[in-house]
């Protein structure tokens, strides 16, 4: 008896131990929604996404627009419509842990609410699918919106400074080095090794990422000093609605935190604005910041990748590149 109560006992130790492992696998494998995106303003929060609210006239998220391409290191302007006004709106990342809970500080009857998205430097995967409801007043959940989206490489390194908007038109990226050299779509590679790696819709040639990047690689040399960014409306493309975009600037993968500057960055193009095919010095400035040395020792945390176009953008881009210049 003693001997096989010391086997039972034995055994179901080992099967306890063997749960516990499974369970700890599995909470490891389990990514979390801060592993993709982060909501400028809105809190975290650490439990599962909360499911929909039953009954009859429940609130609803009738639409959610916003990029279907991102970066890493970039953002995503969304804007989040809604069936009656929002006490709180939810924002995760489908088959992770966690989610951002945003609540408005208006008391008004808007229903359409714009957030910044802040994408990780560190995208896991090709895309992923970002998941959206809101709350109403009565703590009455909609059911989840679904907005799909796809990883275009870019450059994150030492210093990345990235633009995000959210209509098919042709914004620009400037940005101007503490020696004055300014990167931008006809000067994409600076002295220092300074590169605008991605330059979308160029000349109205609508390719749908509306992402822009300027990355230093960890070969490239950063400035001390203070740096200008600037966001063009080269061309309004027959687009007659609002942009609202987004610029960010990280320093060895953080965002830069200084008390002259906003970041990130929200902004728009009001509705039926006309672009001014600018070149040098063209553009809105939305952000100057200061790197000192200090700063610069450490860039244990930075990447860099190539941008690739399929064949046909690849073309595209270098014509209209060239059309820009002539």
Known sequence: MNKRFRFLSALALASVMVLGLVSCNKDEDESSVKDYLSVDGAAFVSSSFPAASAGDNMPAVTSV?????????????????????????????????????????????????????????????????????????FGNISEIYLL?????????GQLQVSLSWDQPNDLDLHLVEPSG????????????????????????YIDGVQNENITYSD???????TYTVRVDLYSACSVTAQTNFIVTARLNGDLIAQQSITNPYNGNFPANSVGDEGGSGSGVQVMQFTVGGAELKST??????????????????ISTKASREN
């Not at 989206?149 to 450059?155: D, Q, R, T």
């Open 300 to 317: 244990a945390r930075s990447t860099f990748k190539t941008i690739r176009f399929p064949e046909a953008r690849e073309s595209a881009s």
């Open 181 to 204: 050299e300014e990167i931008y779509y006809s000067n994409d590679y600076s002295v220092n090794g300074g590169v605008l790696d991605l330059d979308s819709n160029p000349s109205c």
């Open 65 to 137: 627009t916003g990029n279907s391409s991102v970066i890493e290191g970039g953002s995503n302007p969304i804007a989040v419509y809604a069936s009656v006004p929002a006490a709180k709106i939810l924002i995760g990342v489908e088959g992770t842990k966690g989610y951002y809970e945003y609540s408005d500080a208006r008391k008004s009857t808007d229903v359409v609410y714009t957030l910044a998205l802040v994408l990780s430097t560190s995208l896991p995967g090709e895309e992923f699918v970002i998941i959206v409801a809101i709350v109403d007043d």
């Open 219 to 225: 070969e490239s040399t950063v400035e001390t000093g």
């Open 148 to 156: 799909p989206v796809s990883i275009v490489e870019a450059g994150t």
